[in-house]
């Protein structure tokens, strides 16, 4: 009885329910407006809402070439299928060279390479068509063949990666990764590249991993990575902010914790050519990036691998900046080394570079420091240091600014002059001692005659302290040789009469 009376009540429907009546329903409607093509028109609605699942799906893990059109073999070439199919096609070989094959299997490592091969003719010949699928493709082989983890260094003797006299190492998948390189270079810099469609795929994590690479140990990949970070810099402007974060964050890594990178000077000869095209006034932002990454750059040891780049990127701080200047000469002076006379004659080369740029305000800020570190540099026992510091009076840039502060400045080197002139070892030095300081005089006798008399003058107080200072303890030895000895007890007396003045 209960059974029956509930079966009579109307019964609620369920979600697929509702869809299907809807459908039906709909599907009525239509067939009573006439021509009876409700299954038509339901399929089609329905099969429009799976294609744009699938396209989603296809963007963002491009396995398959969009929704909706047929499949083209990825085996075929582009010359054996219709225009309308070669985007299809471009797409089929892209996903078939996302497969990593090992050294072992030839055959299909030959079949990868012939279909890379025939992708960047693709791109290069022009014909090719970046729409999203497409774009996802792209960046997802680059991703699967380049991203790697490199093994660890073993090389111990040197502590910034790779030295100057040794043999670079070479990826022995270099033939394969350079064809990949070539594509990935040629797609960001392909001209109808829709840059705004393009960042959703070239994106943070997609550069990070890519200023990983830079530490790799092969020359010839490192200089392709250059020129694609280059391009990206300049094709998405959006991206331009979290790159330069990106690369001060590895510097400060290399200067601060590992000292350990073989990319530093690829990076650094990138910024030169960013640097260069700052907007003026420069911003906060990028002179901290000269105070805190570049000026650092300069403790390292392994120095002499990337101090080329380093110089062109200071000064062109500099040249956007001339009040700068000060700046940079301070953290030369803070960094400067003491011990390695190879680094010195880098930083002696920069400072010239650096002072051939910079006005007599920002000069006279930072000559008193400067030159009494010059006055040790003319003193240096290693001749090519003191050498190549006499050599920077050949310039007539810092020439005309030592003139107009040469009463500060010559009483700062006229000591170190005259102790080279006295006992430096080597000839060709004291033979450049000789002609600084003649010049000296031709430029201001009275001011060279009075810092002659005034450093005869400490030569003589100088003599007087030493000379009573032998006597001092000429006293003390005398005194002590007055107390006598019992064994290894000092037997106590009555004190000496004289006083001794210590």
Not at 75 to 103: A, G, I, R, T, W
Not at 223 to 229: A, R, S
Not at 344 to 350: A, D, H, N, T, V
Not at 452 to 463: A, T, Y
Request: proline share 4%.
């Amino acid at each position: 009885m209960l059974k029956q009376i509930l079966s009579k009540l109307p019964r609620k429907l369920s979600k697929p329910d509702q869809v299907d009546s809807a459908g039906s329903d709909s599907g009525n409607i239509t067939a009573n407006s006439g021509n009876g093509f409700q299954c038509t028109n339901v399929g089609s609605a329905l099969s429009s809402k799976l294609n744009v699942v699938k396209r989603v799906s296809s963007a963002v893990f491009p396995t398959s070439i969009a929704a909706g059109v047929e499949a083209v073999e990825a085996h075929l070439s582009f010359k054996d299928v219709s225009n309308s199919q070669k985007q299809n096609l471009f797409v089929s070989k892209l996903n078939l060279c996302c497969e990593v094959h090992e050294f072992s299997d030839p055959d299909k490592q030959d079949l990868k390479r012939q279909a890379l091969i025939e992708l960047v003719d693709f791109v290069s010949s022009g014909s090719a068509k970046f729409s999203e699928p497409a774009i996802a493709a792209v960046c997802k082989m680059c991703a699967v063949n380049l991203f790697r983890i490199f093994p660890p260094k073993y090389r111990s003797n040197c502590a910034g990666g790779e030295a100057e006299d040794e043999e670079p190492m070479f990826d022995p998948a270099w033939s394969h990764l350079q064809i990949v390189y070539d594509l990935l270079l040629r797609f960001i810099s392909y001209g109808s590249l829709d840059a705004k469609v393009a960042k959703k795929y070239v994106d943070h994590s997609f550069i990070v991993r890519l200023l990983d690479l830079f530490d790799s140990e092969d020359p010839r990949e490192r200089d392709c990575l250059k020129t694609i970070l280059h391009r990206i810099y300049g094709k998405f402007m959006v991206h331009r902010p979290f790159i330069r974060k990106a690369v001060s964050n590895i510097i400060y890594r290399f200067v601060l914790e590992t000292e350990r990178h073989n990319g530093i000077a690829e990076l650094l000869e990138i910024f030169g050519s960013v640097i260069s095209g700052f907007a003026l006034p420069l911003k906060e932002e990028h002179k901290m990036f000269l105070w805190r990454a570049l000026i650092p750059l300069h403790k390292p040891k392994s120095i002499g691998i990337y101090h080329q780049p380093l110089t062109y990127c200071v000064v062109q701080f500099i040249d956007k900046d001339p009040k700068l200047a000060s700046v940079v000469i301070k953290g030369l002076l803070k960094y400067w080394p003491v011990t390695n006379s190879q680094k010195e004659l880098m930083f002696i080369s920069e400072l010239e570079e650096v002072l051939e740029m910079t006005g007599m305000v920002e000069f006279q800020k930072i000559m008193i420091p400067l030159f009494r570190r010059i006055g040790c540099l003319l003193n240096s026992s290693h001749y090519q240091v003191a050498e190549r510091a006499h050599l920077l009076w050949n310039n007539e840039h810092i020439l005309n600014l030592i003139s107009h502060n040469r009463q500060v400045i010559l009483p700062l080197v006229f000591s170190a002059l005259e102790r080279n002139a006295q006992n430096h070892w080597n000839q060709a030095v004291l033979n450049l001692t000789l002609n600084l300081r003649r010049m000296f005089y031709e430029m201001d006798e009275e001011l060279a005659i009075a810092c002659q008399r005034k450093l005869e003058e400490e030569d003589s107080r100088l003599s007087v302290a030493a000379e009573k200072r032998r006597l001092t303890w000429e006293r003390l030895e005398n005194a002590a040789a007055l107390q006598p000895f019992a064994g290894n007890i000092l037997v106590q007396e009555k004190p000496a009469t004289c006083s001794v003045a210590c």
